[in-house]
């Protein structure tokens, strides 16, 4: 079982490496929001759904009408938090959340959606095999960043579903990028 026990992260990252601004995202970019809703929905088979495992600060900078991410299992990692709207997971640490979410079999593919914290400790776990990340062309003024990794333990990849080339979205370059651990 344990050799299942995978997972792939998604982020966009600024030119500056950042991820968010005061809770938010810093940037506005409709279509490569809706990559990030087609990526971590789609599904091979049918009856399942993937998870999408999140940090509190990332649960709580998704805007009300779409928390939580519709056609999948939201899982929130948190210590403090108390509570969570009815059908959404709470765990206090990752490894808790992946232990339990491997054992169902009604879920496909785990995705890490952040923030930095849970992006760095998955950059640093094995387990952890694919990297999707939207690189933005632009500078933002940031205040979270994605994290450091050891790029000589990942290569760049391509994979089914992720457009090749520069993306444009209202006047913002942008493209997919998928690493696979080494
Ligand atoms: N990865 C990528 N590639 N882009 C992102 O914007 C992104 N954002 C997060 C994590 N990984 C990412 C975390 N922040 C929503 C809002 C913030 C957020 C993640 C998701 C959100 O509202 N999503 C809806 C939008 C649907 C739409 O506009 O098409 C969703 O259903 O996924």
């Known amino acids: ?69 519709k056609g999948r299992i939201n899982v929130v990692i948190s210590k403090t938090l108390n509570s969570v709207p009815e059908g959404v997971l709470l765990y206090p640490k990752l490894e808790d959340a992946l232990k339990s979410l491997y054992l169902n079999d009604n879920i496909e593919k785990l995705w890490v959606i952040g923030g930095s914290g849970l992006y760095n400790e998955a950059v640093n776990d094995k387990k952890c095999k694919k990297l999707f990340i939207t690189k933005i062309d632009q500078e933002y003024l940031c205040d979270t960043f994605f994290p450091d990794f050891d790029t000589k333990e990942f290569e760049e990849t391509s994979e089914a579903n992720v457009p090749k080339g520069i993306q444009e979205d209202n006047g913002i370059k942008y493209e997919f990028k998928v690493f696979k651990r080494l």
Do not use: H
């Open 1 to 69: 079982p344990t050799e299942n026990m995978v997972y792939s992260v998604i982020a966009a990252v600024s030119k500056n490496g950042g991820i968010g601004y005061k809770g938010d995202l810093p940037w506005k970019i409709k279509k490569e929001m809706e990559y990030f809703n087609l990526m971590t929905t789609q599904v091979n088979r049918k009856g399942v759904q993937n998870a999408v495992i999140m940090g509190r600060c990332t649960w709580q900078s998704i805007p009300d009408k779409y928390r939580p991410l």
